[in-house]
């Protein structure tokens, strides 16, 4: 595994490891079965279909105990996934794309309320043109909702990043919801080589769900999501926004912690070849993949270039990226975004790492690129071109372009 | 931590407010005077109530109280006004005011 530490190889590690092949869809089913929540409410939509689908297979063979709450849409499932959790249930839900827009409001109600629901999201693009394929509009969409951001490279983060989620979300640190991403069909539908824990293992690493204050506690009661006035309702705004600081050391402590279970190492981004990367790639999921085998190649040709994979997005680790790239003494930095924001000067991603850089005082040439839209392919040959262009701009023959598609037909 | 939220005051910063402004105590929407929202009130006329029981299960803010068999006053801090009982009071004997 290229994302397996060599610090953590030295460590005794407490699960065995379990080889398999597995789509990305299969192995987050996977995970809920060894975790084994109480309440699971969705309503299906491509390409998350099969999560709640395999859940309810596990469910009818008597494998978990989990109670499946058939809804009649996203809008109910996130409602009723809040009221479960509210009531004291560890709860999770999985959806995609348009499920995920309908599900707007009570993605919002359910961070406020910092319940720490577990929504597994397939990322799929949003209408219109109306499509089924993979970009990062959804996850991208729902950026200031409040909700814990972790996108996965392939099926073996997505797992494992699911894994991670509970302990996350469930630290009363934290108390945030969070979402664990992986590519649509990229990474959901495609079967590759996997490691898994064992059931057990897996189970202690997430432990009981005790939560301090819920619904469902005789002698003890609790009023969930009162009406606030204007003199309270900033400062819980501000409170939330604190717990969203927090999760970040959290998510780090807990990465630690999965490390030592499974020997595999997780941070809030991955830097791959990038201790000396002139011309660096910074971009998030399935395409990282893509990024990386071009960079071997590159590299064979003696031009440094370099990938930072982002996994945590939600906290934003405005201030680690600034330093990676400062340290990597990076000439000319592209920033991919799988989403177009329609402000008029490129993506999200575009936005926030241009800032960070800009705050930490990180004067490298930014290009913003927007690739991969609704399931667009992205090969080698566009990071060969990407880093081309990178490096005409760091030597001054061209002016860096605002923001420009990759792939277009133009 | 199970914070006596009678102690938040709109001068308590920030970091002492509850996590999501939980209110540890059940039954709170009663020390809210909500009936101020009120633009029509329900008036009875004691000569035509029958005490027959109709209003009292369908006022959505609870606030037609019976004890011994018998429903008592209007609850006018919490009632909005709605006028259900009029509507369904078979013998006229709620009136709806304009405030």
Redo the contacts between chains.
């Keep these: 595994m290229n994302h397996t530490d060599k610090n953590c190889k030295t460590i005794q590690m407490t699960s065995r490891e379990i080889r398999d092949r597995m789509s990305g869809n299969e192995a987050v089913a996977y995970a809920i079965r060894q975790i084994d929540p109480d309440v699971m409410p969705a309503f299906p939509i491509t390409p998350s279909t099969e999560i709640p689908q395999m859940v309810s297979t596990y469910i009818a063979n008597g494998e978990i105990g989990t109670e499946f709450i058939p809804v009649e849409s996203e809008h109910s499932a996130m409602s009723a996934a809040i009221g479960a959790e509210a009531a004291g249930a560890r709860t999770i839900t999985a959806t995609s794309s348009a499920g995920l827009a309908l599900m707007w409001e009570e993605l919002l109600l359910a961070a ?4 720490p629901v577990v929504l597994a999201l397939v990322n799929r693009t949003l209408s219109g043109p109306i499509n089924i394929n993979c970009d990062h509009s959804d996850g991208m969409g729902a950026r200031d909702t409040g909700w814990i951001q972790i996108y996965a490279e392939n099926n073996q983060e997505a797992y494992d990043n699911y894994i991670q989620a509970f302990p996350i979300a469930e630290d009363p640190r934290v ?1 945030l919801p969070v979402m664990i991403c992986q590519d649509g069909f990229i990474t959901s539908h495609a079967v590759e080589n996997i490691s898994l824990l064992e059931d057990d293992a897996v189970k202690r690493f997430v432990g009981q769900y005790e939560p301090e ?1 819920f619904l469902l506690n005789p002698g ?7 009406y ?1 006035v204007s ?2 309702s ?3 705004k ?3 926004e ?2 969203m600081e927090r999760a970040g050391s959290v998510i780090l402590e807990t990465a630690e912690r999965f490390c030592r279970m499974s020997g595999r190492k997780y941070g809030f981004f991955e830097e791959y070849r990038m201790e000396d990367a002139e011309y660096v790639l910074l971009l998030m999921g399935s395409a990282a993949g893509t990024a990386k085998a071009a960079v071997d190649q590159l590299r064979q040709q003696g031009i440094r270039a370099g990938v930072l994979k982002l996994r945590v997005f939600r906290p934003f680790p405005a201030a680690e990226l600034a330093e990676a790239i400062r340290r990597c003494g990076c000439r000319a930095l592209a920033i991919l975004d799988r989403c177009e924001s329609y402000n008029g000067v490129g993506g999200p991603l575009g936005s926030e790492v241009t800032q960070a850089l800009y705050r930490a005082k990180v004067y490298t040439e930014t290009v913003n690129y927007i690739y991969g839209l609704a399931g667009r392919d992205f090969t080698v040959e566009h990071v060969f071109g990407i880093v081309d262009e990178l490096r005409d701009v760091a030597d001054g023959k061209v002016l860096p372009p605002d923001h420009k598609y990759i792939g277009l037909r133009s | 931590m ?1 914070t006596d939220i009678r102690n938040i005051t ?1 001068s ?4 002492g ?1 509850t ?8 039954g ?1 929407s009663r020390q809210f005077m909500s009936g101020e929202w009120r633009t029509s009130t329900p008036v009875l006329d004691m000569e035509k109530c029958r005490q027959c029981l109709l209003c009292a299960p369908v006022c959505p803010d609870s606030c037609i109280p019976v004890a011994d068999g018998k429903r008592q006053a209007f609850d006018y801090d919490h009632c909005k006004g709605c006028g259900i009982c009029a509507a369904v009071c078979p013998f006229g004997a709620i009136a709806m005011t304009e405030d």
């Design positions: 406020s309320n910092r319940l108390h204050e003890r009661p609790v009023s969930v999501g009162p606030a003199d309270y900033m400062e819980a501000k409170g939330q604190d717990a | 199970r709109p308590t910063p920030y970091t407010l996590e999501g402004l939980q209110l540890y105590a059940a709170t």
